[in-house]
């Protein structure tokens, strides 16, 4: 079962970085790092995914341990938008689908 | 830029009526998919249609019938609706499934209530 952890929620100030963390101790090496996230009253979106090296795009930084047991969302300057549940998946695909949601973390911006 | 779009948006069943929540994406995606999601809890996969003329069963497919119409569109169909079945379900495309790096894109939902 592709599992990870993180935590329940997270509080960060508007325009303050925000670092959400989630640990996959047992992946794989074919598995990659997807990041989603769901706006209250909205279906998720993909924000960013990654296989071992960090990545970067408009709307987050994925780093990723050298072990990549472990990887951290950063949204650089958080705004009250970003309040959302964000998703932490590992995802190896293969005919068998199986790309999981968990109860991820909820973000929550103070103004 | 539509993406993936769902109807109904709301819904309220009694218990026994059927119903089909209907999606359709304009993408051009090959894969097409039907989640739900219970207050508090991640997204569970229904069904998926890896491609037009298929379908396969996810991790909760008990109570539930799909039709991949065509490529655009994936109906999710409920025979005899039941409490249990009171949910938030959303539709998600991608270009391909199975593949590790591939982004799903989803509607915006569609709250079921079964009284």
């Known amino acids: 079962d592709a599992k990870t952890t993180q935590p329940n929620s997270m509080e960060s100030n508007e325009e303050e970085p925000v670092h959400l963390p989630c640990n996959h101790s047992?992946?794989?090496?074919?598995?990659?790092i997807h990041w989603y996230r769901q706006l209250p009253s909205q279906g998720p979106e993909y924000v960013i995914h990654?296989?071992?090296s960090n990545v970067n795009n408009r709307m987050a930084s994925l780093a990723i341990a050298e072990d990549r047991k472990s990887s951290t969302l950063i949204l650089h300057r958080a705004t009250l938008r970003d309040a959302a549940v964000y998703y932490c998946i590992r995802y190896s695909g293969g005919s068998n689908y199986k790309l999981t949601f968990g109860k991820g973390t909820l973000l929550t911006v103070n103004p | 830029n539509a993406g993936v779009t769902q109807t109904p948006k709301f819904q309220v069943l009694k218990t026994g009526q059927s119903m089909t929540l209907q999606c359709a994406q304009d993408m051009n995606h090959n894969s097409m998919y039907w989640y739900r999601q219970d207050p508090g809890m991640g997204l569970r996969l229904i069904y998926y249609?890896?491609?037009?003329?298929?379908?396969d069963k996810g991790e909760v497919p008990n109570g539930y019938n799909v039709s991949r119409l065509n490529k655009r569109e994936f109906s999710l169909r409920l025979e005899s609706a039941a409490p249990s079945q009171t949910s938030v379900y959303f539709c998600?495309?991608?270009?391909?499934?199975?593949?590790?790096?591939?982004?799903?894109?989803f509607g915006s939902g569609t709250q079921l209530s079964v009284l």
């Open positions: 249609s890896a491609s037009e003329g298929t379908t």
């Open positions: 047992t992946i794989s090496g074919t598995d990659y």
């Open positions: 990654g296989l071992t």
């Open positions: 998600a495309s991608s270009e391909a499934v199975g593949v590790a790096n591939e982004k799903l894109f």
